[in-house]
């Protein structure tokens, strides 16, 4: 009796390397050739840029502003600065000397926080040139400013009694110096002015932010602002290497018909060696009230909902078709697969969201812009800028985070109608809900839920000596846009972790 | 056609999202109306008797969480049957395909509307709670009071319709993701745009035809004036969507191959 050999099967496809690589390919490929997963991609893109459209096209106002251009800073920005100017040339190095007493706002009532009072050496009378400025001002203390835009805080000051302040120029080097008596001084900071021309003006100056009025309450809003007042009295002037007599100027002043200032309360007084100046308008950046970028780009708060839907059926139409188990067999290191459905799912996100962001953004921004009253007012904005390019790259930063997000809670949940409400609800009920929160609670919201992403899509600078109203309905996040980001990726990293501990324990 | 009721309600009774779901209804609309009324106070109001908020609207914003539950449970009374194959079952045991349809809607509008009961009687009760501790008078929370009782009939209704619509939506499109993407859409991406969109005419226009906005009219007890369509027409709106999507769905169920 002989034994027939029995030759054991052996597949004649050669042996094929399970790695990472191989892992995203598998992934990648059952993504490509689901046709309602591309399509629903496609989705994404189209509802995006498609809202972005009609959020541009349909708002705006008929009603044209009729300012004048705005003055442009040193650095290019759009800035106000407007305020009466009592000033005198200095040539070469120098310094200004003055005590200063704020006298207070419109009508007895006390300035605003941010009001200014001090002395200053600017390049000429015209609005936006470059300045250095020692300040007091009633909320925030002493302050040396220049160029708009850098604050240098100093000591406190006291309401009632007048503060000496001086301002030395040496070179491009501007230092200021604060004292209570006159007599001991304390430096509060140097800047640097480049390019500044030997022969400036140094002078006295008062100025103001606007006041603001908000009424919120119960999901109504309003928000109400108009010119404040300041003024404030100099005495014991001096300037140091200075020549010739003073001048009244009103700098930014719209000149009427016989060359007087128009409609503007801006005045200069002088009796017996002291100058009363009051003052309405600001020398400070200027911060549009409505962020045009930020508002092209949010077509991608609906656009995601698409997305959601195909990021959690990527993970849970496995579990339907029951083809987790031929995944799971192929590879049985669980957590790589979940690996690498979040690398695939996040790239396809990723340049999805670029592509309508960009879209978005060229298509939306120039027709808000135009579309505002006042459209000068507003910085016209390239996709190079970098404010832009992070608005825009964050967005589709945003949609990849969103999809993992929505792939972790798929894998957690394991059913795909829960998955799906879940993630939507979370992300897009917040829109609707929060103009009826009271502001802490929203800034909270915005703050701890995957909702602060959005945050990525803000351009808008924002400055410390600038008092802006952050109203989550216009779009405003109480934190910067780099934190906001943060907190959506840490939500999809966390949740993702989750899902790989839960896949590998629990049975498929 | 009893045959045929009787049928659903064992299908749905015996699947156990179903009762999670339902809990999900009362539950999340109760959590969040209450969180709602707890996060409001008199001090934006010279005095609490001149703050002009809708309390009762205010206690019923749970809708806002319980519609996505209501949604979830319609979708998958008609989608669930597509995903496992239970269609062929159903569809053999009664081959009438609108009868089927309706027996759906009827077992399905019945679970929405004790579901809904439930949550907008625990909404007000937990506002009568929290709003006296804010400031605010619980009275017109009662009941008694006409508006209140419109408010808390037409909120149960909507729960309802909202279920049809699901139902409705799901029966077009048969798969269940699909559905509830298009049911939340409807109602979470359209009150969303309308915060987008910058002119006054065109978030009236969406206001007014969105079906939750229009629907939820129906909550308001005070300023009818300023509300983009009176509360019993919001109503109607939103039932005339339900309408469509069911008469949609059974058009495309009784023409198209299971």
Do not use: C
């Given at each position: 009796m002989t034994t027939p050999t029995v030759t054991p099967y052996r597949s004649p496809l050669p042996p094929a390397r399970d790695g990472f690589p191989q892992l995203l390919r598998a992934e990648w490929i059952k993504l490509r050739t689901v046709r309602r997963w591309s399509l629903a991609l496609l989705a994404t893109v189209l509802v995006t840029v498609a809202v972005s459209v009609l959020s541009a096209f349909s708002g705006g106002s008929d009603v044209k502003g009729d300012r004048p251009p705005p003055p442009v800073g040193p650095a290019g920005a759009i800035v106000s600065d407007s305020f009466p100017f009592v000033h005198q040339k200095l040539t070469g190095d120098g310094s200004i000397t003055a005590r200063v007493s704020l006298l207070g706002g419109?009508?007895?009532?006390?300035?605003?926080?941010?009001?200014?009072?001090?002395?200053?050496?600017?390049?000429?009378?015209?609005?936006?040139?470059?300045?250095?400025?020692?300040?007091v001002t009633p909320g925030h203390g002493v302050r040396l400013q220049s160029d708009f835009t850098r604050d240098t805080a100093g000591g406190a000051v006291s309401r009632d009694r007048p503060h000496w302040l001086r301002l030395t120029r040496s070179g491009d080097e501007f230092t200021a110096y604060e004292s209570a008596d006159?007599?001991?001084?304390?430096?509060?900071?140097t800047t640097r002015l480049a390019g500044l021309p030997d022969t400036a003006q140094a002078g006295l100056f008062v100025a103001t932010?606007?006041?603001?009025?908000?009424?919120?309450?119960?999901g109504s809003t309003s928000v109400g602002g108009r010119p404040a007042r300041v003024t404030a009295a100099f005495d014991r002037v001096t300037v140091d290497g200075g020549g010739g007599t003073w001048r009244q100027d009103v700098v930014g002043a719209v000149v009427g018909a016989n060359g007087d200032p128009k409609g503007t309360p801006d005045s200069s007084t002088e009796k017996s060696g002291t100058w009363t100046l009051t003052g309405s308008g600001d020398v400070a950046p200027h911060t549009p009230e409505v962020d045009i970028t930020q508002q092209s780009l949010s077509g991608a708060q609906i656009g995601l909902i698409p997305l959601v839907a195909l990021s959690v059926l990527f993970i849970t139409a496995e579990y339907r078709r029951g083809m987790i188990l031929t995944t799971l067999t192929a590879s049985p290191r669980r957590g790589r697969v979940l690996a690498a459905k979040a690398v695939v799912l996040a790239g396809v996100a990723f340049v999805a969201g670029l592509v309508a962001a960009l879209l978005s953004f060229l298509v939306s921004e120039p027709e808000l812009r135009d579309r505002m009253p006042n459209p000068l007012f507003y910085p016209d904005m390239a996709l190079t800028d970098g404010p832009v390019l992070r608005a825009v790259v964050g967005t589709a930063l945003l949609l990849a985070a969103v999809a993992v997000l929505a792939l972790a809670v798929g894998a957690l949940l394991r059913n795909t109608a829960a998955a799906v409400t879940l993630v939507v609800v979370v992300l897009v009920l917040p829109l609707v809900l929060l103009s009826g929160l009271p502001i802490g609670a929203a800034h909270w919201v915005m703050r701890l839920t995957p909702l602060a992403g959005f945050a990525v899509q803000r351009t808008l600078p924002e400055y410390e000596h600038v008092d802006t109203v952050c109203l989550p309905e216009e779009g405003c996040y109480p934190q910067g846009p780099w934190s906001g980001i943060s907190m959506l990726c840490a939500w999809a990293l966390v949740l993702l972790g989750l899902a790989m501990w839960r896949l590998r324990r629990r049975d498929a | 056609m009893r045959g045929a009721l009787h049928a659903e309600w064992t299908k749905l009774r015996t699947v156990p999202s179903t009762w999670w779901l339902l809990l999900a209804v009362a539950a999340l609309t109760v959590a969040l109306s209450a969180a709602a009324t707890g996060t409001v106070s008199t001090d934006q109001c010279p005095s609490p008797d001149a703050c002009h908020e809708d309390t009762v609207k205010l206690s019923l914003t749970g809708i806002w969480?319980?519609?996505?539950?209501?949604?979830?449970?319609?979708?998958?009374?008609?989608?669930?049957?597509?995903?496992?194959?239970?269609?062929?079952?159903?569809?053999?045991?009664?081959?009438?395909r609108v009868r089927v349809l309706a027996a759906k809607a009827a077992v399905v509008l019945g679970s929405a509307l004790v579901a809904g009961t439930v949550a907008v009687l625990g909404s007000l009760l937990a506002g009568r709670f929290i709003l006296p501790g804010n400031g605010f008078s619980a009275a017109p929370l009662s009941l008694t009071e006409g508006p209140t009782l419109r408010a808390a009939v037409g909120t149960v209704l909507y729960f309802g319709l909202i279920a049809l619509l699901s139902l409705?939506?799901?029966?077009?499109?048969?798969?269940?993701?699909?559905?509830?993407?298009?049911?939340?859409?409807?109602?979470?991406?359209?009150?969303?745009?309308?915060?987008?969109?910058?002119?006054?005419?065109?978030?009236?226009?969406?206001?007014?035809?969105?079906?939750?906005?229009?629907?939820?009219?129906?909550?308001?007890?005070?300023?009818?004036?300023?509300?983009?369509?009176?509360?019993?027409?919001?109503l109607a709106v939103l039932a005339a969507w339900a309408g469509a999507g069911l008469l949609a769905g059974a058009a495309v169920f009784t023409l198209r191959d299971a």
């Open positions: 419109r009508e007895g009532r006390p300035a605003e926080a941010w009001a200014k009072a001090g002395v200053v050496i600017k390049e000429s009378t015209k609005p936006g040139s470059s300045y250095a400025a020692a300040m006159g007599s001991t001084w304390t430096k509060v900071g932010p606007g006041e603001t009025m908000v009424q919120r309450q119960f | 969480l319980g519609q996505a539950a209501v949604a979830a449970l319609g979708v998958l009374a008609m989608s669930g049957e597509y995903g496992t194959g239970t269609i062929h079952a159903t569809l053999t045991a009664v081959p009438r409705g939506v799901a029966t077009l499109v048969r798969d269940t993701a699909g559905a509830i993407t298009t049911v939340l859409g409807l109602l979470y991406a359209l009150p969303a745009v309308v915060e987008l969109v910058g002119n006054e005419e065109w978030r009236e226009r969406i206001r007014e035809w969105a079906p939750a906005s229009a629907g939820l009219a129906v909550q308001a007890t005070k300023n009818l004036d300023s509300l983009p369509i009176a509360p019993w027409s919001g």
